[in-house]
């Protein structure tokens, strides 16, 4: 009887582990999917077309169409897509005019048209 118990300790341990692993594996899944969302959102901020998402989305699906050994693909997909928004020229040229447009306005010597 002592024996079994033991086994059954042993086992939940085990158990106990594996939920663990996935936790913080869903939790990592978490973390990307925020990251690819707020990446989203500041692109719809900016009026990216449908059109130019939408290649963004294909060209990592594309990408992503083969996976790696020992990735999951979910999170392939996920990080592959961050990288691909990260890289938006949208949202590098974005913070460069907001840091143009206050020079403009506060120099009394520039002439708008």
Do not use: W, Y
């Amino acid at each position: 009887e002592l024996q079994q118990k033991v086994e059954e300790t042993e086992l939940l341990k085990m158990e106990l582990q594996m939920l663990e692993t996935e936790r913080v594996r869903l939790s990592l899944v978490e973390e990307k999917l925020l990251d690819v969302l707020q990446l989203l959102q500041q692109l719809r901020d900016l009026n990216i077309s449908k059109r130019a998402l939408g290649k963004i989305l294909l060209s990592t699906l594309e990408s992503c169409r083969d996976p790696q050994p020992g990735k999951a693909q979910l999170f392939e997909v996920l990080d592959t897509l961050q990288q691909e928004l990260t890289a938006c020229e949208l949202l590098h040229r974005q913070p460069l005019e907001q840091a143009q447009s206050p020079h403009s306005l506060s120099n009394p010597l520039v002439i708008s048209c």
